[in-house]
């Protein structure tokens, strides 16, 4: 009869043991990276959108120049393909009540050196809201321009936006500038 475990059985035990720990370690290792990328990800997505959300805004409150005559819009877009360094939207907002010059204010959005801001005319200073772009497309769209491909922004309907990060993702937005 025998009692207890040879050396052979307890190194085989052992070694069973450590190549169980290493698979568990891997595993749990995994679920963390992908936890992670998963959270980056989600919040990389909030903010394109939060990004999206404001400039609709800044269009709307733009478009509701249109009735006083004040509306302004200028835009420069070149096309992602060709590796263009900036692209800028340049908007008029309602003159301003509490300023004492009752001079147009403006908001400027721009992509340059990867980064999207946002400037106010009023306030004199960029806020950087989004890094990592590749660039950032603009495209009016609307029946006049249809008819007429130099058509004026104050006929435009709205404006497709095309934002591409350094990862490849890409948010393209129609973005509504009706009255």
Do not use: C, K, Y
């Amino acid at each position: 009869m025998q009692r207890g475990l040879t050396l052979v059985e307890i190194l085989i035990a052992v070694l069973l043991s450590a190549i169980l720990a290493v698979i568990a370690w891997r595993g749990l290792d995994h679920v963390a990276r992908s936890s992670q990328q998963l959270v980056a990800s989600t919040d990389r997505s909030q903010r394109l959108n939060q990004v999206m959300s404001q400039l609709e805004l800044d269009l709307m409150e733009a478009a509701q120049l249109r009735q006083s005559g004040q509306f302004a819009l200028q835009m420069m877009s070149f096309p992602i393909a060709e590796g263009a360094e900036s692209s800028w939207l340049l908007l008029q907002r309602a003159m301003s009540e509490q300023l004492p010059t009752r001079a147009p204010r403006w908001v400027r959005w721009e992509v340059r050196d990867g980064v999207l801001t946002r400037s106010l005319s009023e306030l004199g200073q960029s806020q950087a809201l989004l890094s990592g772009l590749r660039g950032m497309e603009l495209r009016p769209i609307g029946l006049a321009l249809a008819q007429d491909p130099r058509s004026p922004p104050e006929r435009w309907s709205g404006l497709e936006v095309l934002i591409v990060m350094q990862n490849g993702q890409r948010l393209r937005r129609v973005l509504s500038m009706r009255d």
